[in-house]
């Protein structure tokens, strides 16, 4: 907060909330460079030579964009995500769904074209069962904070 802070324009009053939205709104920023560094490499690269840095990065970002598509045409293409609780109360259905396609689990699929260290069946069991515990996951994420949003409700309704 204290970054967002510094740079707030000089006689330009700000409020907390307008602080945190502009930090809410630079998060996926974030995690798309996290994603691009810790995934791809893209500061992974030893050059001496302005052509092989350009090299290195037009690689990485190529990959990069490769897999963000793929994600993002599967995303449209699943409808494997299940319905969010609407209640605190709801029980959790019997089958989870899986959760959309990552870029970062995209690029996992695409190396085991090449990379094997296991069989292919044991990769492709991981795969589906770390994505239908995500989705399970997600479920009980929604649920606890539908709780959360219930219990202030009732004491700001008390006081």
Excluded at 74 to 84: D, I, K, N, V
Excluded at 101 to 107: G, I, R
Aim: with cysteine.
């Amino acid at each position: 907060m204290a970054f967002y802070l510094c740079f707030v324009p000089e006689g330009h009053p700000v409020t907390l909330r307008t602080l945190i939205t502009v930090a809410g709104r630079r998060w996926p920023v974030e995690e798309d460079f996290q994603t691009g560094k810790d995934a791809f490499g893209l500061d992974h690269s030893q050059v001496r030579t302005y052509p092989a840095l350009l090299r290195h990065l037009v690689l990485t970002m190529a990959a990069l964009a490769v897999c963000a598509v793929t994600a993002a045409r599967a995303r449209t293409t699943s409808g494997s995500t299940m319905p969010l609780p609407i209640s605190p109360n709801d029980v959790p259905p019997a089958d989870p769904g899986l959760i959309a396609l990552t870029v970062a689990e995209v690029k996992r699929l695409v190396n085991l074209l090449t990379h094997r260290w296991h069989d292919l069946e044991h990769h492709l069991r991981w795969h589906i069962w770390r994505r239908r515990h995500q989705a399970r996951a997600r479920w009980f994420h929604h649920r606890t904070r539908l709780n959360r949003r219930l219990n202030r409700r009732c004491v700001t309704a008390r006081t």
